[in-house]
Nanobody, 121 residues
Framework: QVQLVESGGGLVQPGGSLRLSCAAS????????IGWYRQAPGKQRELVATITSGGSTNYADSVKGRFTISRDNAKNTVYLQMNSLKPEDTAVYYCNADLVRVRGLPLRNYWGQGTQVTVSS
């Protein structure tokens, strides 16, 4: 089985920083796009940032210039550096990946369990 395990969430004051990590484990042949989504209470889950295997990135307008996504392909890990955090960034952050478990099989989509980020004074 494939698991995506997030870490690095917590409570931070406005203007502060956090770094989220998501490690993919299990039988994995390749990871295509991997990234982060978030869901605030009472709101729909939304894209935060994604990165392809080639390093192309995509960001939500609300986080451009403040968040940076990166990945370590050797470790099957993706990171989200979050700076200048605002109260409206408060949400559960979920890792998401399109990956192939075994060569020749199709891409499948996987979600992590989520990590809470709270921005409050």
């Amino acid at each position: 089985q494939v698991q995506l395990v997030e870490s690095g969430g917590g409570l931070v004051q406005p203007g502060g920083s956090l770094r989220l990590s998501c490690a993919a484990s299990g039988r994995i042949f390749s990871i295509n796009a991997i990234g982060w989504y978030r869901q605030a209470p009472g709101k729909q889950r939304e894209l935060v940032a994604t990165i392809t295997s080639g390093g192309s990135t995509n960001y939500a307008d609300s986080v451009k210039g403040r968040f940076t996504i990166s990945r370590d392909n050797a470790k099957n890990t993706v990171y989200l550096q979050m700076n200048s955090l605002k109260p409206e960034d408060t949400a559960v952050y979920y890792c998401n990946a399109d990956l192939v478990r075994v060569r020749g099989l199709p891409l499948r989509n996987y979600w992590g369990q989520g990590t809470q980020v709270t921005v409050s004074s």
